[in-house]
């Protein structure tokens, strides 16, 4: 599905400005990316929800809608990276917009060597995956290198974030992870709210047909963190 590294993958432009977009598709496509290009935000959310790109190059200063707010609807619909370009040098936007889960950003006006570093980084940090490429705890069955994951021979659909998420806790079976370790491993964040980590482990807790009062595989250790285990068979 994804060709891992830098080549061959897809790239979002979100760039208004002619010149800057044709320039960047321009280089990007001599660097072996499948580039596409919108000029609007609404445009740009479209296209992450009908063709999910591997990363978005996203401009701040769009006609529409403000950059950190198509951030915001992007987040709500995919877990696409999302590389910043802004002419704002402004620390606290940028630790704002990182925090609003962007996965990286760069300032204008940047080279493209520097944005081609970036966009290897953003997408290898994407593609985690241990020594061991398959993981098996009870039912679930995880392919780290496919990125797939199975519950008892069925396909899930998951989110880039939930199958990290997953596969973090599924590499560590019984052993209880702290939310901290969570959000610096899978978040790549040194701080952050729990509710970040709440929220994804609700969504992941549903789609592995389990609740938090009758859970199966995860497991929530008040106070501590949350642990994955495989489900006791006399439960
Ligand atoms: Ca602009």
Do not use: C
């Amino acid at each position: 599905m994804v060709a891992y590294g830098a080549a061959m993958a897809s790239v979002l432009v979100v760039e208004d400005d002619a010149n800057v977009r044709t320039a960047l598709i321009r280089e990007l496509s001599v660097r072996s990316y499948v580039v596409r290009s919108v000029g609007t935000a609404m445009d740009a959310l479209r296209e992450v929800t009908q063709s999910p790109p591997d990363v978005v190059v996203l401009d701040l200063g769009l006609p529409d809608l403000d950059g950190a707010e198509v951030l915001k609807m992007l987040r709500g619909i995919s877990d696409v990276p999302v590389i910043i370009a802004t002419a704002r040098d402004d620390e606290p936007e940028i630790v704002r917009l990182l925090n609003a889960g962007a996965d990286d950003y760069l300032i204008k006006p940047f080279s493209i060597e520097h944005l081609s570093a970036r966009l290897a980084a953003v997408l290898r940090r994407s593609v985690r995956s241990g020594p061991t490429a398959e993981l098996t705890v009870g039912g679930l069955h995880i392919d780290l290198d496919r990125r797939e994951a199975m519950l008892d021979g069925k396909p899930l659909e998951l989110t880039r974030r939930e199958f990290d998420l997953l596969a973090y806790l599924a590499a560590r079976p019984g052993r209880v992870v702290a939310r901290r370790e969570l959000l610096a491993e899978v978040w790549r964040q040194a701080y952050g709210d729990d509710q970040t980590i709440d929220v994804h482990l609700s969504w992941l807790r549903r789609k592995l047909g389990e609740t938090a009062a009758a859970p199966r595989y995860l497991h929530t250790v008040r106070g501590v963190g949350v642990r994955l285990a495989e489900p006791d068979p006399r439960s």
